[in-house]
């Protein structure tokens, strides 16, 4: 009789364990204490579970295709990550870096065993904790001694105030005007005909005001992120689940599917599928909806 669980399954466990407690102190204790962006918050811990558990699989395929799908796997990780209008936020993306890094290098590390030489081979524990407080030792110290500074273009009428002489009353206006905290003012394009300038103005952000470029209603800027699984059976399906995430300046919406892709031959094909939306975010008009959809692709 077989074994339920393969061998090493218990350290695979405790790295596991050990990768999801310091993602966990890393997004809570030192992005959201000064964000404050519970959807980044849900995303971050998600994909380090889904990472994980990824490149574990992937790790134990024969090793001569190890490397081929662990490199794969992790551009499709990337890849699945679609961004509308805006960018992600420097800051936020650099988190999601950490994390995703962490993650492979904690599902990557081999389990501890003997040789035929009786010698120790695998990962010791210690050495991921080591990692780990490296890590959150560089980014604890960045984010006490450096200020979290934002910047925003602003198109300013009182252009008599952008002479070098008043720069304090410009600051002031601008502080008054637009009600943060002023650090820097660096002065763009200047139309003197429509008495008009463009302003790059510096202020120190408090954990809201870095996503006012967000805004609400159809125009807004939406983030979504896609994890998908898909499987080959035979030489006709191809079964497949989703699940889909739209954030915009909060977590707005989620979406789950599952179908199949119909493959006549290699020029016709179809999808069949079907979805279920649930909003969460207050100005989503949406409701809840169970879809169905009905797809042809055709192949020149």
């Known amino acids: 009789m077989q074994d339920i669980f393969s061998n090493g399954f218990g350290d695979t466990l405790l790295r596991f364990a050990i990768c999801v407690l310091v993602n966990w102190a890393i997004v809570h204790f030192l992005y959201f204490k000064k964000s404050k962006r519970q959807d980044f918050y849900f995303t971050f811990m998600v994909i380090s579970v889904a990472i994980y558990f990824l490149v574990y699989l992937m790790m134990g395929m024969d090793r ?4 081929m799908g662990v490199g794969l796997g992790l551009f499709g990780i990337f890849s699945i990550m679609r961004y509308r209008t805006d960018s992600m936020p420097v800051r936020e993306m650099t988190y999601l870096f950490v994390v995703i890094c962490l993650s492979v290098v904690h599902a990557m590390a081999d389990s501890l065993g003997i ?14 904790v080591v990692i780990d407080v490296i890590t959150m030792l560089a980014i604890t110290l960045l984010e006490r001694t450096l200020k979290m500074e934002t910047s925003k273009l602003v198109q300013y009428d009182r252009i008599e105030l952008i002479k070098p002489e008043k720069r304090k009353e ?9 009600g943060i905290a002023v650090t820097d003012v660096k002065v763009g394009a200047i139309d003197f005909l429509r008495d008009m300038a463009v302003l790059r103005v510096y202020y120190t952000a408090n954990g809201t005001e870095a996503d006012e470029h967000t805004y609400s209603g159809k125009g807004k800027n939406v983030w979504r ?20 995430t739209y954030m915009s300046n909060g977590w707005d919406k989620i979406r789950y599917a599952v179908g199949t892709e119909l493959r006549l031959n290699k020029q016709h094909a179809f999808d069949i599928k079907y979805m279920y939306q649930h909003p969460f975010g207050q100005d ?14 055709y192949k020149f």
Do not use: C, S
């Open 284 to 297: 989503d008009t949406d409701g809840n909806r169970h879809i169905l959809g009905l797809g042809y692709t």
């Open 64 to 67: 001569g295709k190890a490397t």
């Open 170 to 178: 410009l600051i002031a206006d601008l502080e008054l005007r637009l």
């Open 115 to 128: 040789d035929v030489n009786g010698r120790l081979i695998g990962t010791p524990v210690m050495e991921l």
């Open 225 to 244: 992120n896609r994890l998908q699984a898909k499987y080959k059976l035979g030489n006709l399906f191809r079964p497949y689940a989703n699940v889909e």
